[in-house]
């Protein structure tokens, strides 16, 4: 599907909100009387006030969860304040469906309102898309895992590059290619990120570690012992260094070459080595002082 030309809407973001304040008399007020409640597309800037029934969340909408002790605290500020910003919407098949402001019609719902103050929008899909991204990332309420599912979602959906996502959502490349490497780790240590457990930065180290089973033993580790952001950095870091010889040996040997060392050690009387791969390998053989050495050469001798 061909992307639409229209970009770079982050810029325009603002004009979405104007900064109108509308108090909860101006509702109730005008809930019989209001003569703007009108499907007339050709007042969209208009603010209008529409039965909160009538309005749907957005089937788009990049955020999953919502903070229910926040809302409260919303819907009790509407009730003292009134919605302070109108809810921006676009029509849908029956009724509205929200483009940014669902977190305040979640509250206006539970402060009883009847009708809510609106602005109506002609959007296409991936309009109302970006909008909707661009306002969570504005306000910082989108946890980085779901704003990192509504950025691969734009590239899949609409079939734009990072660079046009980019500029869509006013971030820089490199911000868009962290974002979607968080969708890269396992599940469990995407779970601790949902749940608030885990910060952007924690998820963004661990991404850095290759090995799966060590990302989720890392965030497990984060969490239980509550690590910092720089903590889980050094720890990713250390994890992520290459093992020096002497590790890399002791790692890879069995016991049978273990025991086999041993026996040496105690027949010649000294520390034996022994490196094998396959059928193939090599023996050494310590010694201390040249009388050691003497005694070595002249066991060696009278083995054969």
């Not at 910082?140 to 079939?159: H, V």
């Not at 889980?232 to 020096?244: D, F, H, Q, W, Y």
């Not at 025991?259 to 022994?274: D, I, M, R, S």
Request: hydrophobic content about 35%.
């Amino acid at each position: 599907m061909a992307a639409p030309k229209n970009r770079g809407l982050g810029r325009g973001l603002e004009e979405l909100f104007s900064a109108v304040e509308i108090n909860a008399s101006e509702v109730s007020n005008k809930e019989e009387t209001n003569t703007e409640n009108s499907t007339d597309n050709s007042n969209t800037n208009s603010i209008m006030y529409l039965d909160i029934n009538e309005i749907k969340p957005n089937a788009n909408q990049p955020r999953k969860r919502f903070d229910d002790e926040k809302i409260d605290e919303l819907a009790a500020s509407i009730e003292t304040y009134g919605v302070i910003q109108p809810i921006v919407l676009r029509k849908s098949e029956v009724g509205y469906e929200i483009v940014a402001g669902e977190r305040r019609w979640r509250a206006a719902r539970k402060a009883n309102l009847k009708k809510v103050p609106c602005i109506l929008k002609e959007l296409t899909e991936e309009e109302n898309m970006v909008i909707s991204i661009i306002e969570n990332m504005q306000r910082e309420d989108l946890n980085p895992i779901e704003e990192a599912e509504a950025l691969q979602q734009m590239i899949e959906r609409f079939g734009l590059s990072q660079e046009q996502v980019s500029k869509s959502v006013g971030k820089s490349r490199p911000y868009i290619t962290n974002a979607l490497r968080l969708l890269k780790l396992p599940f469990e240590v995407r779970a601790y990120v949902l749940e608030g457990k885990l910060t952007n930065g924690h998820a963004r180290a661990i991404a850095g570690i290759e090995d799966e089973t060590m990302q989720v033993a890392v965030a497990d580790k984060a969490v239980e012992q509550g690590l910092s952001v720089r903590e889980v950095e050094s720890l990713a870091k250390t994890i992520g260094e290459p093992k020096t010889k002497k590790q890399s040996e002791k790692r890879v040997k069995s016991s049978d070459v273990l025991k086999v060392e041993e026996e040496l050690k105690e027949v010649l009387g000294t520390k034996v080595c022994l490196k094998h791969s396959g059928n193939k390998g090599k023996i050494e053989i310590e010694y201390y002082t040249r009388e050691d050495l003497e005694r070595l050469i002249e066991f060696l001798k009278n083995a054969r």
